[in-house]
């Protein structure tokens, strides 16, 4: 497909050039805008329904507030594609989310019109809120734009930074971008006026009138006028629930007619009546059919082909670590009708929607809601059932008193399948699982696996089901596993007991996850230079395996332990056990592998590991140096 003509949009340098075109043409400039963005994400794939439900937002906003010293801020930020487009970026999208180009999300370094960094959800409300009051107290007056989605509104924290608002009147826009919620679309022209009427000049001054006259009356007629307002409108709009918290409803509205959007906008822009939230009805993949028919695969896309849609994905060579894990828990759900699946909002992208095929009334998915989740997992387990909390291992972070009060204190029996552990690519820091070793193997009661391969991580499932004792995590990375041979169902695992891969006498190293393919490549490069190498696959981070480590330290000149993790993690805890036990007096030398102490940007996950220095290449490189052998060019041998 060639490139879309788009003479509007190319005039369109900044929002300063947005604003000088005239209302009845910004129809058109969507139009092209959309356009664009269909053809920029299919060369260079990223996310895509979610982007072309806010085009016409995206400009109104920019057409009516002044942008950067407003304050605009997107929610996660995987709908700011069109934002960053008309915000000096758009030469520049097609590096978005590779090495050295542009984030997925909005990012503070990135531009001056990112006000905030995004990625996780719910945080836009609170963010904004601080901005407001940060505004006053320092005498400044500027507009702060909260655009949060009706899937971000499912989380507490959303409700937590409203009612605070509320509470002291802070002067606010909150935008809910409802695209997925079941309240009918606003239609025809009725709605249109009343969403204008109730917003504009003449009906707030009223109503703050009406305000002032109320103070006067008793407290019993305060109430019962504030009540009978707010009743009344939401007879004809539905914001109870919002007016409740103190805010001012206004909606819902077309989110796609530019003629609704504008003026509601320039009247909240302009009003000082406290919090306001705007009800903005949208739709994913808006002007483009595929995506409008089925948003979900259009939500994060490889490249495609503009006319047909089809994706570009290469075909897999062994099945993905998510799969196996959704597969091996249906499995283990026949053999035992007390295994349920709890997800937070990510059921495709964890595996748990593989179980509910199977079992859907043993399956839950709470929406973005984390903390809930786990304490959820936590009351189910207490009464008998085995739940399986799955979250992605950035997710879980948000979670994590739930994880150590509702779970550990109590030694509660809630598994905890952790994928995306290690680095994830494309969505770079934001999604990275790199702390959830650390920040578990830390917790008494806690048991913490990695899976080698995806075998183990069958292996691991099924020992999870079994396992009454308490807590247990598993972790596993994004992406397709190594080909190895898949069992019919998982063993058991021993709690604690790691595995010898490879026998070796002169150096020892100890893989915690997946980076024990890396770990045997290095083993046999090592061997090129007559050092002889033990591969082990410690499987378990906590407890882990004393006698294994301790054998490997009274017969090994130097140990090595790799992990796909932080600072803090595996290595930390085998540091320990050889110092108490006084094996670094001299008997042995050692080194931990992990990642650096730094955020990385998102780049394909090989190159994230060669950066971090946990590829084979460095895993030698690493061994060389600990005995002091004279620097050699190590090979790529990955090459």
């Not at 806690?446 to 999870?464: I, N």
Request: some cysteine; charged content about 25%.
């Amino acid at each position: 497909m060639t490139k879309p003509a788009t003479p509007l949009l190319d005039r369109i340098n900044s929002p300063s050039d947005l604003k000088e075109i005239p209302d009845t043409d910004l129809p058109q400039l969507a139009d092209e805008l959309r356009a664009d963005l269909v053809y920029s994400v299919s060369q260079s794939g990223g996310h895509l329904g979610s982007n072309l439900g806010v085009v016409e937002l995206t400009v109104a906003l920019h057409h009516v507030f002044d942008t950067p010293h407003d304050r605009i801020l997107w929610d996660v930020g995987h709908q700011c594609y069109p934002h960053k487009m008309l915000t000096g970026r758009r030469s520049q999208m097609a590096t978005i989310r590779k090495e050295d180009g542009l984030s997925g999300f909005t990012k503070r370094s990135e531009s001056e019109f990112d006000p905030f960094g995004a990625a996780h959800s719910s945080t836009s409300i609170s963010a904004g809120l601080g901005m407001v009051e940060a505004a006053r107290l320092q005498g400044k007056h500027r507009n702060v734009v909260s655009v949060i989605g009706d899937g971000s509104m499912s989380a507490g924290m959303a409700y937590e930074a409203m009612n605070n608002a509320g509470a002291i009147d802070a002067q606010q826009i909150v935008i809910l971008n409802d695209n997925d919620m079941s309240i009918a679309p606003p239609t025809g022209a009725m709605s249109a006026y009343l969403a204008r009427l109730v917003s504009g000049k003449t009906y707030i001054s009223l109503r703050e009138s009406a305000k002032q006259l109320s103070k006067r009356l008793p407290k019993f007629f305060q109430d019962k006028a504030r009540k009978t307002e707010e009743y009344a409108r939401a007879f004809w709009s539905g914001g109870t629930l919002f007016e409740e918290m103190g805010f001012f409803y206004v909606g819902p509205i077309d989110g796609h007619n530019l003629e609704h959007l504008l003026p509601v906008l320039r009247n909240a822009r302009d009003a000082k009546v406290g919090p306001i939230l705007i009800h903005v009805v949208t739709q994913k993949g808006k002007g483009y059919a595929p995506a409008e028919a089925a948003s979900d695969k259009y939500h994060g896309v490889s490249k495609f082909d503009v006319v047909t849609g089809a994706q570009a994905k290469a075909k897999p060579n062994a099945p993905s670590y998510t799969k196996v894990f959704g597969q091996s828990l249906a499995q283990e759900g026949t053999f035992d009708d007390r295994i349920v699946a709890i997800s937070a909002a990510m059921p495709g992208g964890t595996g748990v929607d593989i179980f509910e095929q199977i079992h859907p009334d043993r399956t839950y998915d709470v929406g973005i809601a984390e903390q809930h989740a786990v304490t959820f997992a936590a009351g189910m387990a207490a009464d008998g059932m085995k739940p399986f909390c799955a979250i992605y291992s950035t997710f879980l972070q948000r979670a994590y008193d739930q994880v150590v009060h509702d779970c550990a204190i109590q030694n509660l029996p809630v598994r905890f399948p952790i994928d995306r552990a290690g680095f994830v690519g494309a969505d770079g820091s934001t999604h990275a699982g790199s702390f959830d070793v650390a920040y578990l193997s830390c917790i008494p009661n806690m048991v913490v696996m990695a899976a080698g391969d995806e075998a183990e991580l069958k292996h691991m499932v099924r020992t999870a089901a079994e396992y009454d004792e308490g807590p247990m995590a598993f972790r596993y990375p994004r992406g397709e596993g190594v080909g190895v041979d898949m069992p019919d169902r998982g063993e058991v695992l021993q709690i604690g007991k790691g595995r010898i891969m490879r026998e070796g006498s002169k150096v020892a190293i100890v893989s915690l996850g997946a980076r024990l393919k890396e770990a045997l490549l290095a083993a046999e490069d090592l061997e090129t230079y007559g050092l002889s190498t033990t591969v082990a696959d410690a499987r378990f981070a906590k407890p882990i395996d004393e006698d294994l480590i301790e054998n490997l330290a009274r017969n090994h000149e130097l140990i090595i332990t790799v992990e796909e993790g932080s600072i803090g993690g595996f290595g930390s805890h085998v540091a320990q056990l050889l110092s108490s036990r006084g094996y670094l007096d001299g008997s042995v030398r050692f080194r931990s592998m992990f990642m650096p102490d730094r955020f990385f940007e998102q780049a394909s996950p090989e190159r994230l590991y060669e950066l971090a220095g946990l590829d084979a290449a460095n895993i030698v490189k690493t061994v060389f140096a600990a005995l002091g052998r004279d620097k050699v060019d190590v090979p790529n041998i990955r090459a």
